[in-house]
Structure formats: structure tokens, C-alpha cells
């Protein structure tokens, strides 16, 4: 995780001058603020000299100064003041808070936790590149194990029992692919590793002479690009960040009109200034996502309103960390296998001789990867029929563009 950019606020948070805001990224208890010029710091909340909070600096001058003796740090960590220091026993030289390098694209505040001198460039994933006055970012919290979320994200199959519930063909237009899947509940599925993680193609018949395509990545270290959008105007990403080991903050970035649109979560509770107190939704754990039997019964298999209510009951249902050894894996859960495989592949490389984990070092790599739904003739086999379709869109929007 530490040797990949991790979406950790939104910029409307920060504000120059202006209140620090805690958070917790990879299990760490961090501050960040936004300073005079507009540059955005992220560090441990604790100052160097005696471990005040730095929550409760005064954020001046461009730096954040501690309230118990007055140090005072820039948004590098650099001690700029001793304020309860005389000039000639000064040694802010030697001081340095223990911040990470942070970057803003597009209204989402990006931070780098590994060594600030490794960092790469932002990812070249197509969602952040969307402009800020058009793009759709909304983040919300889960409390569970960032994995166990993500994992739904590359699960096609539960979209037709958790989302559609009892919705058959005549719930849908007859021009709408998605049909397809309503109506052929058990797909059929296609997998393979991509040099940016894992790519899966889940498949069913479609009108005569068709199949219905549809094609989800999982992206290093935490992102999914999931398959309910369509192919040709897929601008979409998913992002399952780790807080710590049992509290995820999903980010969605999207565009806010068209077919690609991403999905708002609603329903959140007031923001608190607790560690874990940032979007976190209405309907939790505690008054059971507020299910309504009745509906349940009726109109759908959960009662639950709005999609990512539906993904987060089920997900924190499991508890704050499944205990894998308990499931019956099917043919279904083949994306599940290959990524989990992959990420414990990765992971173990590192650790034994420093290979660098996929495209941490060249993040223009995902600019490669799409996702989403197209019909296709049945004489366009796998994987051709992803490559054949994605250099059509590419050419397309290549002549756009010209």
C-alpha cells in the first residue's frame, strides 16, 4: 500500500487558514490542514517535541503551530519555530515531523505514504483525470476489512439477488443490455492477471448470435473498475482504502451526467472530528441498514434502500474480518481466487527481494485498463473480444479528440 497513491480527502475539506482535520490512513493517526498558500500538509498527529495532538494547532503563516509551546511546522514537516526556545539554543534544524507527501487532482486530496523521494506520479487511471467541475466523488466509510469490500466490486453475479432482487425481464427496457443479466443469472467467466493486477470477463447469451460481455479489473493496490457501466464510455473508479485492518474508506470517482455516471452514496451522518468520524453512513450495523421486511418480502431479496447500503450490510455482515476458511468457493468466485492470489503473490515478492509491486513504477499503466458492458457477435471469442473492443473505443475517442 505504501508504494501507491491513496485517495485520503476530499480538497473542499481543507481550507486555507483553516481547521485541521484528523483522519487514519494504513493505521496511522494523521492531521492535515491546508496552509496559507494553499499547499495541503499530512503528518502524525503528534508533535516532535512532546506529542501534543497537532489537531488543535493554530494553522498560521504557512505552518501549523502547537498550542503547547509554540513549534511550529510547514506542510513538509520542517520545524520552522521554537517558539519556547532563545535563539542561541535553537535547533529546529534538527526537527522534522513525520509528514507524507501529498498531491490534489480534481478535487480529491492524494497522499503518498512510502518515501516521499520514491513517489511516482499520480495514477493515470481514467476517472481522476476527469475535470473537477465534472467529475462525481463521494466517500464513504465502512467498517469492516478493505478487502471484503473491494471483493464485491469484482463479483458480477450478486448484482441480480442483492440489487435487482425479484426484478425479472419485464422490469427492464427491451434496448437495455443489462437484461441480460436478470435474465441469465448464472454467468459464466473468463480470468487472467494484467500487468496491473487482474482482469475477469463474466459472459452469458444475449439476443440470437450474441453474447453479453462484461469486464472488471482489479487495480494495485485498491481500486476496482466494476462492470455496471458501458465499455464505450467507461470513465469510472472504485477505490476501498484501507484506514486500518477493520475500517475502509470507499472512494467513487466518476462523471456527474451521462452513462458513466458514478453512484452517490446517500443517507451519511454529520462528519464528527473523531479519527473515524468521516462520511459515515446512516444506516449501519446498529439499526440493522434500517431493513424493511415488508419490502423485503415484496419488492426486493434485501428490503434495504440504495445500492451501497445493500454492499455494506452484507460486506460488514461477514464481520470486521472474514474468516476465509469458512467458505465453499465456487466457479463464480473466480476473480475472488486469482486477486487474493495475486495481491499474496505480490506481497511475498516484496518482502523477499524488493521487487516493486505492479505499476507502483509506471503509473501511466493504468490508463490501459477498462471496464464495463457491450454486446459482442459470438464469433468474438475471449480474450480478443476485450482487446478488439477496446481499441475501437480508443480509436474513437482518438478521432474525437482530433
Not at 112 to 139: C, K, S
Not at 325 to 336: G, V
Request: with cysteine.
Amino acid at each position: 500500500m505504501r508504494r501507491y497513491w491513496l485517495p485520503a480527502l476530499k480538497s473542499s475539506e481543507l481550507v486555507a487558514d483553516g481547521d485541521p482535520v484528523r483522519l487514519r490512513l494504513l493505521g496511522e493517526n494523521l492531521i492535515s490542514f491546508r496552509d496559507s498558500s494553499g499547499r495541503v500538509g499530512v503528518m502524525d498527529h503528534r508533535c516532535p517535541h512532546r506529542c501534543a495532538s497537532l489537531f488543535f494547532g493554530r494553522n498560521e503563516e504557512n505552518g501549523i503551530r502547537c498550542v503547547y509551546h509554540g513549534w511550529k511546522y510547514d506542510v513538509e514537516g520542517n520545524c520552522l519555530d521554537m517558539a519556547n526556545v532563545p535563539p542561541h539554543q535553537d535547533f529546529k534544524h534538527k526537527i522534522k515531523a513525520k509528514a507524507y507527501k501529498a498531491a490534489e487532482r480534481n478535487g480529491v486530496i492524494w497522499v503518498y505514504m512510502g518515501a516521499a523521494e520514491d513517489a511516482p506520479a499520480l495514477p493515470d487511471i481514467a476517472a481522476t483525470m476527469i475535470p473537477e467541475d465534472e467529475a462525481n466523488i463521494a466517500f464513504a466509510q465502512r467498517e469492516c476489512n478493505w478487502l471484503q469490500s473491494m471483493e464485491g466490486d469484482i463479483d458480477t453475479s450478486h448484482l441480480n439477488f442483492l440489487h435487482y432482487g425479484s426484478m425479472g425481464e419485464g422490469a427492464f427496457e427491451p434496448n437495455d443490455e443489462t437484461r441480460f443479466g436478470a435474465i441469465h443469472k448464472d454467468p459464466e467467466y473468463h480470468v487472467r492477471d494484467t500487468d496491473t493486477g487482474t482482469m475477469y470477463a463474466a459472459y452469458r447469451p444475449a439476443d440470437q448470435g450474441n453474447v453479453y460481455w462484461r469486464f472488471a479489473h482489479f487495480l494495485f493496490p485498491c481500486v476496482a473498475l466494476a462492470p455496471f457501466k458501458p465499455f464505450d464510455s467507461y470513465r469510472m473508479a472504485r477505490i476501498w482504502v484501507p484506514l486500518d485492518d477493520t475500517h475502509t474508506m470507499f472512494v467513487t470517482i466518476g462523471p456527474k451526467d451521462g452513462p458513466g455516471e458514478s453512484p452517490m452514496v446517500d443517507h451519511l451522518l454529520p462528519n464528527s472530528t473523531d479519527w473515524l468520524g468521516r462520511w459515515r453512513c446512516a444506516q449501519q450495523f446498529s439499526n440493522d441498514y434500517e431493513v424493511d421486511r415488508d419490502v423485503q418480502r415484496t419488492g426486493s431479496y434485501t428490503g434495504i434502500d440504495g445500492i451501497h447500503q445493500q454492499d455494506q450490510a452484507v460486506t460488514e455482515g461477514m464481520g470486521e474480518i472474514t474468516d476465509h476458511t469458512l467458505e465453499h468457493l465456487a466457479p463464480s468466485d473466480q476473480m475472488i481466487t486469482a486477486t487474493r492470489k495475486r495481491l499474496v503473490r505480490a506481497a511475498k515478492a516484496l518482502a523477499k527481494d524488493g521487487t516493486p509491486p505492479p505499476a507502483s513504477e509506471n503509473p501511466e499503466a493504468f490508463a490501459l485498463a477498462r471496464g464495463g458492458f457491450f454486446i459482442a457477435d459470438e464469433a468474438r471469442k475471449w480474450p480478443d473480444v476485450y482487446e478488439q473492443e477496446l481499441a475501437a473505443v480508443q480509436g474513437t475517442t482518438k478521432a474525437a479528440a482530433e
